[in-house]
């Protein structure tokens, strides 16, 4: 069986070689010439388009940038839907809106093709580690079949229900994360404000009730969490616009569901406003800039 | 030595209680004759007024219910600090702003008197079962004083630093708790509604970046955490007023030291509005309520 | 020449009847077969295409409920661009998002045609009464040529700029108004809730700084403004969906220019919120339902 | 009849100015001995306490910069209520929330003194001018004998009902004005960045539903309104610490209502951000250079 990789970007690229590292016979594809070459001196095959990949493998993923790629790679001129035949698997690894991701699930339907989403998480060290998490959106049968391919890449494989959950489950712990984070430095920040050390704050808040993922492993206060971006000039990581990014997807699709969002809402524009202020590429937990007065 | 305790409310009550039960020599004084009574039968021994019990004390705990009475037991009309031997102890462990605390430790100290603030959390539960968190500011010697009798009514007694720390350390806590209460909820709100289940929804966050205490140990939807509130009508736990007051001391503390608070503002006022609507003794993470749309 | 008419919904029936009236030769077309029967007992000519209508006219109007109707409406199959004829004037009336407005007339203008876009406010009673405000968005040489036409149908013909600046303007104005109504009900709900009398709050207000058309002219608080909706069971007028539709394209237009709008999104949640509760269809100043206690 | 005239600020100086020019007789005091010899040389008579002021004068206005000075001068020592005969006419035209107010006058009552609460607006060119606003809450007896005196000093004199309510509407009047701003401010910005003049944008918003005093008379976009502060660097006018200092009033007084702001709260963040980047001292509708992105 091939195994179909298209999308070898800084998330690509590891994952397609961590397939061909477990003896997995894979077919590239990307606009990057250079990016094609590497997979392919690591034991990849090229094609020339999504539709060529598809014709080949028996199972196809796609890592990319935005729903306006996705989009055009499945259903473009040479795309996906044009080459796979009947019965192929497809799995969306991008993070895209729910609703684009159900739209081109039910595409695939219509076509006799089965397609997943699995959304990652993990970032380019995971991705290069082969310890992702994967926010898989899929019918029980086809997350039966799609688990051991992922354990390839990746350490934790979400079971999220049915097709497109895992990008709501994506857009939904994205979206809690981004408030987290800012909400850790409101908290870090009137304390330190008030007198309090951050080390002795942030402990104290890591044995309570306001602990998070944000406060006790990725600390916005510099040298509170040692491996943290925060600790090392807010470098690495995902960055302000990711999440910006991430948090719109959220917003749009709550819009959408007539869901209101308070906080997700003015979460959005301060993430806005810090990316206007330059701080756009640098790690998410820079938000805490816009609230430290010394 | 005499231990005093003036307070002898839902909490204070089995605080004074767990002192007895440790061999203590306890003297209580509190407004209601009633639950005096139940401290005297419990081996306790009254005493008339705050100036009272100070005067045979050289340990004087105090659990009142806002930053007025607070100010009233040590500072009015017989109160603690006209009774206080110079070198008595004296601990706080009402909630209050930080500024009421430090203004009351500097006025002890300027009487001779050594005072802490020792907020606690873990609730009427926490209290009865001598498992309370303190949150103590102190100097480092009174720390060390502290801590073997704190710890026959609680389990982590956490060392906040200086004077009046405690207190700090209780609000910022607190205030992220109030926040990511909230932005579970909205999450929450926004998979269910996007069709995605609540357990699977919840799984997913907690093996993940949007992990937090609101999230895995007192999530809001009903039934994902068994034994939480949540799942028992939203009865029991931290009212919708008591989180209210706490973000309101925290925002009023951020407002005076000049510190802006995006997130937490605006959970105030989505409490405000909650309270409103009549579920202001319910417990805290029922605002939800605000978010579910089935 | 002939005038063409696509779109004679609740705004479009009345304004393409006071074209009628004025003596203009209208060619109409609607899916509404209802409506189009009403238009020719008027005098209009029947076709049966925004196509046709086109071939047949040199100025066409169309007033459509959303930007995915502009699109068929222009670009879809029998459309307005397959059938107008180089130099043709295009001029669309519906609020759509500036993007899509700018994307079509660029369509148009590559196709040899001329396009404005002219976004109306003033209600459904300003439709009849010929005194709606269009907010166009022409080439100087085009907003000459289409204001007396105009004229015919309202009162107020701002001439905004250039091209797509009609629908930025109306969308920076409905933004604005959407804020101003929601502080004005929180001015008017404290003011009250403090004890002062409406009509009272709402003069003082009038004749200082704090002066908006929703404190003088569409007063939240009923009996205020005697001629509002307010003051009529919040019937009539345009409605909190309406409104909710438009700052939702303020606020999507602002994230993809990358502008911030704490207070636009913040309403924009706060309008979905008071929608769900039951008043998706009653006028926009029952915002102030969310706020009073009484 | 003696008038008595206690604060000689920026504001307080030129109005006891303008009642000397109006031939009144005019006692004063004020801490700063400069103040005091300059009302002094335009005929006023020293007293060297509130008490003696009050003890000369039936009627005595009183111009202070915070709710803790006019407590003082009315209720500490050598104070206003220990020199005033029963029967005296008071008059706060400080800015201080409506508790404190409503708290003074009835101290007041209860000694047989009459007190009435007299915000005004207009700043010091109105007070130099004598064109000031006051916000009046009084008993409507006491309304009618201060009227022709307020009537040297200002051109708007409006009677807001009883005691506190001059308090009351000034908060509300600023708390909506501080929000119209900000919102006039995210309007304007996100129309010139999506390509419309601004004057034109202004021109059109105020001949439309969004039009208000921030928008037609004091509109935040340089050049726009020519007299305004914006135009001239934003000097002037009212400070952002001063309109910061009005919010706050307001959502305090709100929450001791249980009132919910949700814009307020938002709002008093906002110029609590822009504080802090330095623009404390400017004029409040620089509130736009929080958006602004050219």
New interface residues.
């Given amino acids: 069986m091939n195994i179909g990789f298209i999308g070898l970007g800084n998330m690509g690229a590891p994952m397609a070689a961590n397939l061909l590292k477990a003896g997995q016979a894979v077919v590239v594809c990307d606009i990057n010439a250079a990016a094609v070459d590497a997979a392919v001196a690591l034991g990849a095959v090229a094609a020339a388009s999504p539709q060529e990949v598809a014709a080949q493998c028996s199972l196809v993923f796609t890592v990319l940038p935005t729903p306006k790629h996705v989009r055009q790679v499945y259903t473009g001129a040479q795309g996906i839907m044009d080459g796979a035949a009947p019965g192929t698997f497809l799995v969306d690894c991008s993070t895209v809106d729910?609703q684009t991701a159900r739209e081109l699930i039910a595409t695939a339907s219509a076509r006799g093709l089965r397609m997943a989403d699995a959304p990652i998480?993990g970032g380019t060290i995971g991705a290069k580690a082969g310890t992702l998490?994967f926010?898989v959106g899929a019918e029980a049968e086809l997350f039966a079949r799609l688990e051991p391919v992922l354990r390839h890449m990746g350490k934790?494989i979400?079971?999220?229900?049915?097709p497109?959950?895992g990008q709501?489950?994506k857009?939904?712990?994205?979206?809690?994360?981004a408030?987290?984070m800012?909400?850790?430095s409101?908290?870090?920040?009137?304390?330190v404000?008030?007198?309090?050390?951050p080390h002795?704050?942030a402990?104290?808040?890591n044995?309570?009730?306001?602990?998070?993922?944000?406060?006790d492993?990725?600390n916005p206060w510099p040298g509170v969490s040692p491996d943290a971006p925060a600790s090392h000039g807010y470098v690495g990581g995902g960055s302000i616009e990711t999440v910006l990014k991430d948090v719109?997807f959220?917003v749009?699709?709550?819009?959408a569901?007539?869901?209101?969002?308070?906080?997700?809402?003015?979460?959005?524009?301060?993430y806005?406003?810090h990316?206007?202020s330059g701080w756009g590429t640098k790690d998410f937990s820079s938000i805490i800039q816009?609230?430290r007065?010394d």
Wanted: aromatic share 4%; hydrophobic share 40%; charged share 10%.
């Fill in positions: 729910p998480s998490t926010m934790n979400i079971d999220c229900g049915g497109g959950n709501v489950v857009i939904c712990n994205n979206l809690l994360l408030i987290s800012t909400a850790t409101e908290a870090m920040s009137l304390g404000n008030l007198g309090v050390d002795v704050l402990s104290a808040i044995s309570s009730s306001g602990r998070c993922w944000s406060s492993t990725y719109t959220a749009d699709a709550a819009h569901a007539k869901q209101p969002l308070m906080l997700g809402a003015a979460t959005q524009q301060l806005q406003m990316a206007n816009l609230y007065k």
